[in-house]
């Protein structure tokens, strides 16, 4: 996952994730030199830190979205602010919660991603809930294949 957090003249600022490593990883692409520059790794133990949309500004501050897969994937979405430079990313006190009581009538269990216009958020991917009777089997296979393959089986 990938997400825009500025642009400066031919700059980008990127915020990317590596899934396989659970880190996130900020960096710089400037079109005119077609080169890339890390300036930021961010470890994610705690699996909070996955890129859930494009940066917006609310009440003066930049914020960066990010889902909350502490509890399963895309449980919910953070909105932390953020301050994003040339040589850093630091993540600033305030935040607001994104969950699936979002939406009114529907029975969502998960959201994946939003985006923010003219302080109007709009949640773009999700997924509703429904009742499969054989999923908690299926999880289990899906860790046993994943315990597997860390193992250095591939299947």
């Known amino acids: 996952d990938t ?8 700059t980008m600022y990127i915020v990317s994730y590596d899934a396989n490593k659970h880190q996130m990883v900020y960096f710089v692409f400037v079109y005119s030199l077609k080169s890339v520059k890390i300036i930021k790794t961010i470890d ?4 909070m830190l996955r890129p ?11 914020y960066m979205p990010f889902q909350d897969c502490s509890k399963k ?19 600033l006190e305030q935040y607001h919660v994104i969950d699936k009581n979002i939406f009114k009538g529907k029975s969502v269990d998960r959201i ?3 985006n923010h216009l003219s302080d109007e958020t709009f949640v773009v991917d999700y997924m509703e809930e429904r009742f499969f009777i054989l999923k ?3 999880m289990l296979k899906r860790k046993i294949r994943r315990n ?8």
């Open 73 to 91: 994937y895309g449980a919910k979405i953070i909105a932390r602010a953020i301050c994003a430079t040339d040589s850093d990313f630091i993540f």
């Open 148 to 155: 597997k393959n860390k193992k250095g089986k591939i299947r």
């Open 3 to 10: 997400a825009l957090v500025s642009i400066k003249n031919d």
């Open 112 to 114: 994946h991603t939003i």
């Open 52 to 62: 859930a949309g494009n940066s917006f500004f609310s009440s003066g501050a930049l």
């Open 44 to 47: 994610d133990k705690e699996r």
């Open 136 to 138: 908690p089997i299926k």
